[in-house]
Nanobody, 123 residues
Framework: QVQLVESGGGLVQAGASLRLSCAAS?????????MGWFRQAPGKEREFVAA????????YYADSVKGRFTVSRDNAKNAVYLQMNSLKPDDTAVYYC???????????????WGQGTQVTVSA
């Protein structure tokens, strides 16, 4: 199985930027998987944020973050990143990275998940 660990979350003011990282280990390179970012706010279901294809050639974004967030990957480093700019209070959530077989949008189709990292954006 793929082991994923997110980092880079924190408390920032609206308009600030954060860069989340997702490091993978466990004997399987993430080059075998599409990688997704999801988030879950209190009282809300986990929602899709961004995803990237196995090679990194295609990216996908939720409408709410398009133009502000950028997902990238470095398969040689076994890592995926989420650059978040112009953060808003509505972005406050626990952010998770996930690995799966090119499912992209559906959380239920990602078998491997990290533990999450908290992002809090103050008004």
């Amino acid at each position: 199985q793929v082991q994923l660990v997110e980092s880079g979350g924190g408390l920032v003011q609206a308009g600030a930027s954060l860069r989340l990282s997702c490091a993978a280990s466990g004997g399987t390179f993430i080059s075998s998987y599409a990688m997704g970012w999801f988030r879950q706010a209190p009282g809300k279901e986990r929602e899709f944020v961004a995803a990237i294809s196995r090679s990194g050639g295609s990216t996908y974004y939720a409408d709410s973050v398009k133009g502000r967030f950028t997902v990238s990957r470095d398969n040689a480093k076994n890592a995926v990143y989420l650059q978040m700019n112009s953060l808003k209070p509505d972005d406050t959530a626990v952010y998770y990275c996930a690995a799966g077989p090119s499912s992209y949008y559906s959380a239920n189709r990602y078998p491997y998940w990290g533990q999450g990292t908290q992002v809090t954006v103050s008004a």
